[in-house]
Structure formats: C-alpha cells, structure tokens
C-alpha cells in the first residue's frame, strides 16, 4: 500500500472513530494542535451526514426533535457508515435503526419508511404512464392473462399508526393530532406523478393487487388470489381501484395475453 493510500484509510478510520494512528502523520503547525486540528474534519464529517438524514428524513426530524434525531443519527452512523461515493443511499437503513431504538413508539418508524418512500419516488426511475385508452384497448379475451405494471416509484408501506395524518400536519405547520394505534392495520402507496411524490392510503386488498402486479403476476390471476366476494360487487371494486390509478399515474405499462 502506498504511503498516501495508507494516509487516506487512516484519514477515514478516524473520521470513523475507528482504530488509527492519523495524529502520528500530522505535523505540528502555529495555532491548533494537530488533535485540535484533525476533529474539524472529524465534526464536519459528521454535521455534514447527520445534515443528509435530516434532508431525507424530514417530518421524522420535525417529529423527534433536533435533539433526539442528532442522537439517533449519530448512532446510526456509528453502526451503518458510508460505503459508496454518493449519499443517496446512505439513510436507507434509518428506518430500520429507528424501529429498534424507539421500539414502543411504532409511529416513528413508519414516519421515517414514509419519508423515505417519498424521497425514493422524487428521484426515481422514470416510465410513461397508461391512460384509459390504452386499457380501452385490450380485448375481453386478453384480460386474463394481461400483465399490468406499476409505475417503478411505487411504493407500498403497512402501517397501523395514523401516520399520514401526523405527517400532513407537520407538512401544513399544524399541531400534529395524538398518536393512535388504529385496530385494522391499512396500507399506504407512495408515488411520484407530474414530477411530484404522493402518497395515498388504502386497504389491504388494493394494495395486495398492486403488490401481485409488482412481481409481474397476470391479473386475473392477481384478482383470483385476492379479492373475494360477489361478482358484481367485486366488478364495483375493481373499476373503482382502476379509475383511480388512471387518476393518480400509478399504472405504467401492459403486456396483453400474459406476453411479458
């Protein structure tokens, strides 16, 4: 290893707070000693990551406060430190992190898989959107076997908090409602339509059908897998859920007859 390579990994291990001998490679200079020196880029570092959760986790650091949120961000740079160049993806486990430190507060977690949902939609990948005519389009004869793909900024979230509404106060300024834990847990779809992310709730059933075409599975027998009950009703249902992923651009692509 070079002299310079071998400087850099010591350069990182202390930005780390890992094992290094960094100090040792400094040399004395007027002013700072070489410790005084060193923690600059040791705060700066850190201020600089904890900045990049709180851009991606907003209405989470709105909710805990700066306190709280630098503590917990800290930690979790402490355990999942980056590893790649860029920090886009670096807050993909504070979600994770946060159900285990705020175990008896389950609002949390879904604050931060929601914000991170929204951030993933903002920047994701991009595709054209179906429209009612392209569905007008498929024969009776094709329905069964049609493949219908979701936008791929969809995102769908469990939640059993009322959550979204914690989160649009927040959004609005408000003060945000108590935190309650609903009986019958409910999903939310996250989505990015006319540059913008969304999110939306919805019952298990919709969300299981959107979940079914994900993995690409044909839609009738997506429909046969979960929805139940009358065949008219179910025919009510369905055009219901249709008319509002046209609405919202959550349907992106299809493949007719099963053709995928």
């Known amino acids: 290893m070079s002299d310079l390579a071998l400087l850099q990994r ?40 904890v900045d990049a959760l709180k851009d991606a986790y907003d209405k989470t650091w709105a909710w805990l406060g700066d306190q709280a949120f630098d503590e917990a961000a800290h930690g979790y740079i402490d ?18 992190w946060l159900s285990v430190r705020h175990r008896d507060d389950g609002e949390i977690a879904e ?8 951030r993933g939609a903002f920047d994701g990948a991009d595709a054209p959107v179906l429209t009612a005519d392209d569905l007008a389009a498929v ?10 793909r979701p936008h791929p900024t969809l995102a769908l ?4 908090y009322n959550t979204p509404e914690l ?23 996250v989505w990015r339509q006319d540059m913008q ?27 046969g897998e979960v929805l139940a009950g009358d065949a008219d009703e179910v025919q009510r249902r369905l055009a219901r859920m249709f008319a509002l992923w046209l609405e919202d651009g959550v349907l992106s692509a299809l493949s007719p007859g099963g053709e995928n």
């Open 167 to 189: 989160w649009h106060a927040m959004d609005r300024g408000d003060a945000p409602p108590d935190v309650m834990a609903l009986p019958e847990g409910y999903a939310v779809r």
């Open 111 to 118: 604050l931060a898989a929601l914000d991170w949902a929204l």
């Open 157 to 160: 979230l469990d939640m059993r």
């Open 10 to 49: 010591q350069f990182m291990d202390y930005l780390l707070d890992r094992p290094n001998t960094l100090l040792a490679h400094l040399v004395d200079a007027p002013g700072l000693d070489r410790a005084a020196r060193a923690h600059i880029y040791f705060n700066a570092y850190r201020v600089r990551l």
């Open 197 to 223: 992310p969304h999110f939306r709730s919805m019952d298990r059933e919709e969300a299981a059908l959107l979940a079914a075409m994900q993995r690409g599975v044909p839609f009738g027998t997506a429909c």
């Open 139 to 148: 024969t009776p004869e094709q329905w069964n076997g049609l493949v219908l």
């Open 79 to 96: 355990a999942h430190p980056p590893s790649r160049f860029s920090l886009r993806d670096f807050g993909d486990r504070f979600g994770a």
